[in-house]
């Protein structure tokens, strides 16, 4: 059994670090929520969701896609009828994995640019790796004791992360409203995790609605291991925190 496990781990690893990385794309780029109130200095923050955070420069280089970032931002949010705010403060927080080798040049793009521009922003990582065991193997009995203990063996805590990403929203306090900008690679699988996860939690939608929506972003099933996190997730929701959620799912 560990074996198994040992080469699934593996094998994840391998997928995620041979993932082709491409440019940042509008269609990735959702604005997913806003401060449910005023923060205390009148500011209101904002949570989005997207790719990573770049594109090509000259002579085959990469850079950090700043301005078409902030374009995209405020172009989504047109989309729902939300006006950004001409200047604002950005969070990146990058979905990673291990850091892997792979993932390095990218972390350091970001770290890179806002170590030289403080005044747009901060960068933060957060380590994304999905579960490996899927859900609908189990009885509904061996769920909901299973989901007890999730902070002990969930290693992406959503209980905890989805806590964090709330809390900041409403309570980080800067100069400049907040934008706090969750992305991985792609924008489809660590980033469909955490948002499949937000969504359930704080916008009302079932398992259903949050994977459809997280495939059509993706434009593609998204990864087991994201999809199962998001799956216990739902359940921890529904027998630990008591929401009337719906946890059931048809792959569209
Ligand atoms: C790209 O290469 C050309 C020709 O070698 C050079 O003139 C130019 O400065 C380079 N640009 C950058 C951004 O390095
Ligand atoms: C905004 O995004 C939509 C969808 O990707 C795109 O069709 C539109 O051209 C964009 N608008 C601007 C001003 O970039
Ligand atoms: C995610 O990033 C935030 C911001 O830096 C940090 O406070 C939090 O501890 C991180 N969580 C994980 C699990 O890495």
Request: hydrophobic share 40%.
């Amino acid at each position: 059994m560990l074996k198994i496990y040992v080469l699934l781990v593996l094998s994840i690893l391998l997928c995620s670090s041979l993932v082709i990385s491409s440019d940042i794309e509008q269609r990735k780029v959702h604005l997913v929520d806003m401060s449910t109130n005023p923060l205390p200095n009148g500011n209101t923050n904002y949570l989005f969701r997207g790719n990573e955070p770049k594109i090509g420069g000259e002579n085959g280089t990469t850079v950090f896609a700043y301005s078409e970032l902030v374009d995209y931002l405020q172009n989504a949010s047109s989309q729902v009828g939300v006006t950004l705010p001409e200047n604002f403060y950005i969070f990146d927080i990058k979905l990673i994995t291990g850091p892997l080798p792979s993932e390095i040049p990218d972390i350091e793009l970001e770290a890179n640019f806002f170590a030289a521009n403080p005044e747009l922003g901060e960068f933060a990582t957060n380590q994304t790796v999905g579960d490996i065991i899927d859900p609908n193997f189990l009885s509904q009995t061996e769920i909901a004791k299973m989901v007890k203990s999730i902070y002990t063996w969930q290693k992406d805590d959503l209980p905890e992360r989805m806590r964090m990403i709330h809390n900041m929203l409403n309570y980080y306090e800067n100069d400049l409203p907040v934008v706090i900008y969750i992305h991985c690679e792609c924008g489809c699988d660590r980033t469909g995790e955490i948002f499949a996860s937000y969504v359930m939690r704080f916008k009302g939608q079932s398992f259903q609605e949050a994977m459809d929506w997280d495939y059509q972003i993706a434009g593609r099933p998204i990864e087991w291991p994201s999809q199962w996190a998001s799956l216990w997730y739902c359940w921890y929701l529904y027998y630990i925190e008591d929401m009337a959620i719906d946890c059931s799912f048809v792959k569209p």
